[in-house]
Every structure is written in C-alpha cells, then in structure tokens.
C-alpha cells in the first residue's frame, strides 16, 4: 500500500489543521493505522493510531485532548485533526499502515510509511 500524507502548513498557536493520509494499491480496511511525528534534531515519536475497524484509538499523552485520529475505509484515507496546536506541535508528520487489527504506538510494528507533511505552529 501507498501512502500520501497531506493538509500540513503553518499556523499559528492555538490553531488547528486536518491532516490526511490517502491510501492506494490496497484497502486500508486492512491495516490499523497510525501518526507518528519528528522535529529537527529530535527522534521519531508516536502521535496517534486507530485499530483497524476504528473502534479504537491511542493517543500520545502529550496530544491528547488535542488531537483526535479517525478513517474512512470508503475513501481509502486517515485523518488527523489537530486542535489547539503549540509550538511543540513543530515537526513533520507521517502516516504508517500495520498488517494487523490492534492500534498500536510502536513505529516498528508498522509496514509501510508516507512521506512526511511539515506542520509549523508559530508563537
């Protein structure tokens, strides 16, 4: 499956985005799927995934309340809403697919990555 992360930009505190990550080659009806995030000079971190039927979600402690993670299986895509962004919030964005039904916060329990959308929130 490929994977295009989109819907990344500037903005500015307290703002919100809606990122997407559109899937091709296969159904994402078949994998969870999850965000994961990285800032400049920083490692790769876990933001949110959903289990494969939607029914679940997980959140970083550090977005939740904040961020909310959903999937429409129909139009093959993820969504990541993003509200209340901080400064912090600064890295780019990838979306990652995982053969499996359990949403899970391990980068290396998935698949297949999209390239990264930048996400800027300025103070």
């Known amino acids: 499956v490929q994977l295009q992360a989109s819907g990344g930009g500037l903005v500015q505190t307290g703002g919100s985005l809606r990122l997407s990550c559109a899937a091709s080659?296969?159904?994402?009806?078949?994998?969870?799927m999850g965000w994961f995030r990285q800032a400049p000079r920083k490692e790769r971190e876990f933001v949110a995934a959903?289990?494969?039927?939607?029914?679940?979600?997980f959140y970083a402690d550090s977005v939740k309340g904040r961020f909310s993670i959903s999937r429409d299986n129909a139009k093959n895509t993820v969504y990541l809403q993003m509200n209340s962004l901080k400064p912090g919030d600064t890295a780019a964005y990838y979306c990652a697919a995982r053969r499996g039904v359990v949403a899970s916060p391990n980068e290396y329990e998935y698949d297949y990555w999209g390239q990264g959308t930048q996400v800027t929130v300025s103070s």
């Open positions: 080659g296969r159904s994402i009806s078949n994998y969870a």
């Open positions: 959903i289990s494969r039927g939607g029914g679940s979600t």
